[in-house]
């Protein structure tokens, strides 16, 4: 019995490294003898560094930054064990934790402190970039992390812009005399956690800009602001790039990237999946487990849940899910073999979040599903 573990983390109650090991636990308390290789992942926002990091020769590495309102703070990055691959995580910087909800305003909040990390990287001979966005607190189209790499923003009358997401809507000029020289060597791999758009209906500040702090006014000046800027993007460097996937995630820091540093924006978990050899492991694999925190429809398109399941699909390898929640729409689930919830009976999602009765809760259920399988392995053999 050999089982892979794919899981990412239940958000707000464990991640994927706790549940990877309350899971072997279960199976191992069913089957002694089965071999588990536990493969933490991630989608390209929070937890991508510790999931890569972790899989992988390299070293972690910790840097003085800002924080999405520019307060100091210290942020960790990877440098592989080439020495010349950074692995970023702008959550480290630019994620939601890191403002208190009633500071949250993504027309103030900046990816600045992302900028100083990939600075940091590169004074220490860092020349590719594995860059995870999502998770963020920010709506400026990467202009705070360029800013911190040299670039300045102008108005109409050549005036530098400040920073955070208000400043979108009065770029007209972009002055690249000061951007660190560097730079211009540099490989940006961007792991994006979601696939929407810069502006419009599926746009970032639509889709993301509430949960960062925006009301009904502040998201449509931030979707105005976006499109004004799409446009000078187009103008002044010939980038037509809102609506590539993936450039709206992390309010829009995937296309900033994409246009100012040529950035190759891919999906955070086929990243992760690549990374980590997954590929590998699922030649020896007998059955793959992944799951998330709540597994709706959602999951099943374009994150951890559907990026494993494809390739479990291709290797032949039966997988199967377990979330915290199964969201009650979710009766198909095409690429996975079966769902479990680990819920046994009706409580409050603050209990179920509670970390050592979800701990309990997941070894249960892992140790049901074992026990099945023991059993229907030996009554066929
Ligand atoms: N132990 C748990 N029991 C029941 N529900 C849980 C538990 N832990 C997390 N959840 C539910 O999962 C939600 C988080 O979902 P999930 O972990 O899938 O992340 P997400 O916010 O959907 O982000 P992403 O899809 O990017 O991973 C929580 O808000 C909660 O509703
Ligand atoms: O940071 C965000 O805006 C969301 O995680 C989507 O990328």
Known sequence: MNVVLAIDSFKGCASSQE???????????????????????????????????????????TCKVHDPLMNPISAQYGILEDGITAVIEMAQAGGLPLVPKEKRNPLLTTTFGVGEM??????KGCRKFIVGIGG??????????????????????????????????DVHHVDESHVLPALKTCEFTVACDVDNVMYGPRGSAHIYAGQKGADAAMIERLDAGMQQFTQVLKNTLGKDVAMNAGSGAAGGMGGGMQAFLDATLRSGIEIILDQIGFDAH?????????????IDQQSLMGKVLSGVSKRAQKAGVPLIAL???????????????????????????????????AEKLVKQSVKEIFRLIKLAKNSAS
């Open 118 to 123: 990939v600075k940091d990287a590169i004074a």
């Open 323 to 357: 979330g915290g929640g199964i969201a009650d729409e979710l009766e198909e689930h095409k690429g996975v073999d079966a769902l479990f919830s680990i819920m046994r009976y009706p409580m409050s999602l603050e209990e179920a979040m509670e970390k050592p009765r």
């Open 282 to 294: 699922l030649k020896e694999a007998t059955l793959v487990i992944t799951g998330e925190g709540r």
């Open 19 to 61: 549940l990877s090991s309350w899971i072997e636990e279960g199976i191992k308390e069913v089957y002694q003898e089965a071999s588990v290789t536990a493969c933490y992942i991630a989608d390209g926002g929070e937890g991508m560094l510790a999931a890569i990091m972790q899989n992988v020769r390299g070293e972690i590495v």
């Open 136 to 169: 963020s607190a920010t709506n400026d189209a990467a202009l705070g992390m360029l800013q911190a790499l040299g670039y300045r923003f102008l108005d109409e009358t050549g005036n530098e812009l400040g920073l955070g997401g208000a400043i979108l809507e």
